[in-house]
């Protein structure tokens, strides 16, 4: 167990709908990041939140956007869902940016 | 832009064999980390370097970091079946963010 948990595990969405997920960070990690992972590739980075300010961000479009709350929990956002959105999500927190990152279970997501 | 690369891909051996994955970064990276991921799981943190030319064993497994912290190895020695998954490399990148740049993985397969 890593102590970083994501919610919900599994979802089905429509095209063109929205989803939010949500992340728990490690206890005392203040950094959060979140990446995409298709089926049979490494993750890919999204984005960094580092106390509550996005402070990294990969080649994602604005359509994926993202908070981090003062108790550093995270969501990730997606607008008008696509097919190619499908995807497992990993959440990941660190003590900082740069050192070891600690993933959670993921949310899977199927845009139908 | 900064690129880490791993080979080989794929990896198919035979129960009891060796097997070492590569890891090679286009600029010097301040530490080197490798996760594990199981088919159908997350990636799990297995172990970071930070020196040059550290050494570090994990029962089976051996890491490497080269002297110019530009390079690192994997080696399992006698492979088990629980080995099965994808080992991936990941080191900060030098941006401010110092987002984690991952290669694309090597997935090893292991015939009992």
């Known amino acids: 167990e890593t102590g970083v948990t994501q919610s919900p595990t599994h979802l089905i969405k429509t095209r063109g709908q929205q989803v939010t997920l949500r992340c728990s960070s490690q206890?005392?990690?203040?950094?959060v990041s979140w990446y995409q992972q298709a089926l049979g590739q490494g993750p890919q980075f999204i984005f960094q939140?580092?106390?509550?300010?996005?402070?990294g961000r990969g080649n994602f479009p604005p359509r994926f956007s993202g908070l981090q709350f003062p108790n550093y929990s995270s969501e990730l956002n997606v607008n008008a869902l696509e097919l190619d959105d499908s995807a497992l999500y990993l959440c990941?927190?660190?003590?900082?940016?740069?050192?070891?990152?600690?993933f959670g279970e993921g949310s899977w997501l199927t845009v139908v | 832009g900064q690129q880490v690369m791993q080979i080989p891909q794929y990896q198919h051996v035979q129960e009891g064999e060796d097997f070492t994955t590569y890891c090679n970064s286009s600029?010097?990276?301040?530490?080197i980390q490798w996760y594990k991921q199981r088919p159908g799981g997350h990636p799990v943190f297995l172990i970071q370097?930070?020196?040059s030319g550290e050494v570090k064993k994990q029962k089976r497994l051996t890491f490497q970091f080269g002297e110019a912290k530009k390079n690192s190895s994997l080696h399992i020695t006698a492979t088990q079946t629980t080995d099965v998954g994808t080992y991936f490399c990941?080191?900060?990148?030098?941006?401010?963010?110092?987002?984690?740049?991952w290669g694309l993985g090597t997935s090893l397969a292991v015939n009992p």
């Open positions: 990941a927190s660190s003590l900082s940016a740069g050192n070891t990152i600690y």
């Open positions: 939140y580092y106390r509550e300010e996005e402070n």
């Open positions: 206890s005392g990690h203040n950094t």
């Open positions: 370097l930070v020196k």
């Open positions: 600029t010097t990276l301040s530490n």
């Open positions: 990941a080191g900060p990148g030098a941006g401010n963010n110092r987002k984690l740049i």
